[in-house]
């Protein structure tokens, strides 16, 4: 990561940033509670195998758990609706049992079969689709996340929190999705933001305000600090949050860490994170991955290989199709049900070699044929009963098809800059890869909160009509007059203007007709 340079000029720019997180609220469960036309408060959770994978806030407040079974479920909620991911087989067809049947008899049908969460992926493009419309800067980082970079789409602070609720309310508008949303002047902080609020909240933190909240930012939320590196942290330096980071000195740190990462940990603990938002409309590596009973043969495994690289195949054609491109390496990963070498509770390896090429009638069973050579060709050994398979494609390179061409696609991204007006009808239908309500009622009314210091005598600023901007009388951008001041020239003078201090927004979406 790159380091923070502890100048006047450099701690400015960085200051002067504009980044937005945008994260959907229970993404998946909102893609089939629209499905299934449902009511909001409806408890819904969505279903993978025997485990929840996502639980909509009306199960969540019944005390439904990510990772429970679906019996947990429905002991906690009689009414609760429990629907699977949607499975297909080795032909990409689908079993012929409903996906609100979770029956042992449907679990031994779809046991066959692999997820397929094309379902998720289509929404996850229109939503991506929309985001692009504002800013040519959209970072995806995950189906239903994303980083969008707005410093040199707007003039000031106040301009893009009006900015980004035109997002939610497009995304709201045209798919009846709702998200949470973040506005800060890094990454950091702007993940922090919008995952403070939830659900359906855009939370705003100006630099002025950011001191004031370091001491609510505890390590573990924090990337890069949530693993060991960050337990090692809070055991050798009793650090709990960045605040008690910032407590230390850059010598402290130097002491125990290499130079780069302890002047990233000191700048980082002040608020600082010079990490970019790197344009990026398609995933990194497509993948197919299975967990199964235990097999013990080489058989049962060629039958799961060549049912995930049938897949792995179907997802890698429609990502041709859309971005005109091939991966190079393919890599397999296993699982076994024995005990690791060092006493992990299972042993996992996985190798990588340059991915199969053969005609595309032939594709599932060499992808599948390549795997199984990888599998026998790891150094650890591959071992016996196996439970389970991941297959990655990934290390992709362009193909010149039509107007489209390598030059495009290693291109540099456009110019930054906000794509006109942003019409109020239709979806554009981007062809764009990876990352995602009836009866919709959102809140009543919006709500306001503040994370800076308690305000001073307020007045308010009519920004958009469905929202409220809080201003605090008599603030400064910052406590340094020599800071504000090159801000300003940093920021082209006149025609644009800091923003009086603005605190810390919480919005809620519009209320919507009863009717919608």
């Given at each position: 990561?790159?380091a923070?340079?502890?100048?006047?000029?450099?701690?400015?720019?960085?200051e002067?940033?504009?980044v937005?997180?945008?994260?959907?609220?229970?993404?998946?469960?909102q893609?089939e509670r629209?499905?299934?036309?449902?009511a909001?408060?409806?408890?819904?959770?969505?279903?993978?195998?025997?485990?929840?994978?996502?639980?909509?806030?009306?199960?969540?407040?019944?005390?439904?758990?990510?990772?429970?079974?679906?019996?947990?479920?429905?002991?906690?909620?009689?009414?609760?609706?429990l629907?699977?991911?949607?499975?297909?087989?080795?032909a990409?067809r689908?079993p012929?049992?409903?996906?609100?049947?979770?029956?042992?008899?449907?679990?031994?049908?779809?046991?066959?079969?692999?997820?397929?969460?094309?379902?998720?992926?289509?929404?996850?493009?229109?939503?991506?689709?929309?985001?692009s419309?504002?800013?040519?800067?959209?970072?995806?980082?995950?189906i239903?996340?994303?980083?969008?970079?707005?410093?040199?789409?707007?003039?000031d602070?106040?301009?893009?929190?009006?900015?980004?609720?035109?997002?939610?309310?497009?995304?709201?508008?045209?798919l009846?999705?709702?998200?949470?949303?973040?506005?800060?002047?890094?990454?950091?902080?702007?993940?922090?933001?919008s995952?403070?609020?939830?659900?359906?909240?855009?939370?705003?933190?100006?630099?002025?305000?950011?001191?004031?909240?370091?001491?609510?930012?505890?390590?573990?939320?924090?990337?890069?600090?949530?693993?060991?590196?960050?337990?090692?942290?809070q055991?050798?330096?009793?650090?709990e949050?960045?605040?008690?980071?910032s407590?230390?000195?850059?010598?402290?740190?130097?002491?125990?860490?290499e130079?780069?990462?302890?002047?990233w940990?000191?700048?980082?603990?002040?608020?600082?994170?010079?990490?970019?938002?790197?344009?990026?409309?398609?995933?990194?590596?497509?993948?197919a991955?299975?967990?199964?009973a235990?097999?013990?043969?080489?058989?049962?495994?060629?039958?799961?290989?060549f049912?995930?690289?049938?897949?792995l195949?179907?997802?890698?054609?429609?990502?041709t199709?859309m971005?005109?491109?091939?991966?190079?390496t393919?890599?397999?990963?296993?699982t076994?049900?024995?005990?690791g070498?060092?006493?992990?509770?299972?042993?996992?390896?996985?190798?990588?070699?340059?991915?199969?090429?053969?005609?595309?009638?032939?594709?599932?069973?060499s992808?599948?044929e390549?795997?199984?050579?990888?599998?026998?060709?790891i150094?650890?050994?591959?071992?016996?009963?196996?439970?389970?398979?991941?297959?990655?494609?990934?290390?992709?390179?362009?193909?010149?098809s039509g107007?489209?061409?390598?030059?495009?696609?290693?291109?540099?991204?456009?110019?930054?800059?906000?794509?006109?007006?942003?019409?109020?009808?239709?979806?554009?239908?981007c062809?764009?890869?990876?990352?995602?309500?009836?009866?919709?009622?959102?809140?009543?009314?919006?709500?306001?909160?503040?994370?800076?210091?308690?305000?001073?005598?307020?007045r308010?600023?009519?920004?958009?009509?469905?929202?409220?901007?809080?201003?605090?009388a008599?603030?400064?951008?910052?406590?340094?007059?020599?800071l504000?001041?090159?801000?300003?020239?940093?920021?082209?003078?006149?025609?644009?203007?800091?923003?009086d201090?603005?605190?810390?927004?919480?919005?809620?979406?519009?209320?919507?007709?009863?009717?919608r």
């Amino acid at each position: 990561m790159a380091a923070v340079t502890d100048t006047l000029g450099s701690r400015l720019e960085l200051e002067r940033r504009i980044v937005v997180h945008i994260d959907m609220d229970c993404f998946y469960a909102q893609v089939e509670r629209k499905r299934l036309d449902l009511a909001e408060d409806v408890p819904l959770c969505v279903v993978q195998w025997n485990s929840i994978l996502a639980v909509s806030y009306a199960a969540r407040a019944a005390g439904i758990k990510r990772g429970a079974t679906p019996q947990e479920a429905k002991s906690k909620c009689p009414e609760c609706v429990l629907v699977h991911v949607e499975t297909v087989d080795a032909a990409g067809r689908k079993p012929q049992v409903s996906e609100l049947d979770l029956s042992e008899e449907a679990s031994i049908v779809r046991a066959a079969n692999t997820v397929c969460l094309d379902r998720y992926r289509l929404e996850s493009e229109k939503i991506f689709g929309i985001l692009s419309r504002f800013s040519d800067a959209v970072e995806r980082c995950s189906i239903d996340e994303a980083f969008i970079e707005l410093t040199d789409v707007v003039d000031d602070f106040d301009e893009a929190v009006r900015l980004v609720q035109r997002m939610r309310d497009a995304i709201l508008d045209e798919l009846r999705y709702t998200c949470s949303a973040g506005v800060a002047c890094n990454k950091m902080l702007a993940k922090f933001a919008s995952s403070t609020n939830k659900p359906n909240k855009l939370t705003a933190i100006p630099w002025s305000e950011t001191n004031s909240i370091l001491a609510r930012i505890p390590l573990s939320r924090v990337r890069g600090l949530g693993g060991k590196f960050g337990a090692e942290l809070q055991r050798n330096f009793k650090a709990e949050t960045l605040a008690d980071l910032s407590q230390l000195s850059m010598a402290a740190l130097q002491a125990a860490y290499e130079p780069c990462t302890a002047e990233w940990l000191f700048w980082l603990a002040r608020g600082y994170d010079p990490s970019r938002v790197e344009p990026r409309d398609r995933p990194r590596s497509l993948l197919a991955a299975k967990s199964f009973a235990p097999v013990d043969t080489w058989q049962d495994a060629r039958r799961i290989l060549f049912l995930l690289a049938t897949r792995l195949e179907q997802r890698i054609e429609r990502d041709t199709s859309m971005h005109h491109r091939r991966p190079r390496t393919l890599c397999v990963s296993f699982t076994s049900a024995q005990a690791g070498l060092q006493g992990q509770r299972h042993h996992h390896a996985s190798r990588s070699g340059p991915f199969p090429t053969c005609a595309k009638e032939d594709a599932a069973a060499s992808i599948a044929e390549g795997a199984e050579k990888l599998l026998r060709s790891i150094r650890s050994g591959f071992r016996f009963p196996c439970k389970r398979f991941m297959l990655e494609a990934t290390n992709f390179q362009p193909i010149a098809s039509g107007a489209y061409s390598i030059r495009s696609y290693m291109g540099k991204p456009g110019k930054r800059a906000l794509k006109a007006d942003v019409p109020s009808g239709g979806i554009a239908e981007c062809e764009r890869e990876q990352n995602p309500i009836s009866g919709y009622a959102p809140a009543a009314r919006n709500e306001c909160s503040f994370a800076g210091a308690t305000p001073t005598p307020e007045r308010e600023h009519q920004g958009i009509a469905n929202a409220k901007l809080v201003l605090r009388a008599g603030s400064s951008v910052s406590g340094n007059e020599a800071l504000v001041s090159h801000w300003k020239r940093h920021c082209g003078g006149a025609t644009r203007r800091i923003h009086d201090g603005c605190i810390t927004c919480y919005f809620s979406q519009p209320k919507r007709s009863e009717t919608r």
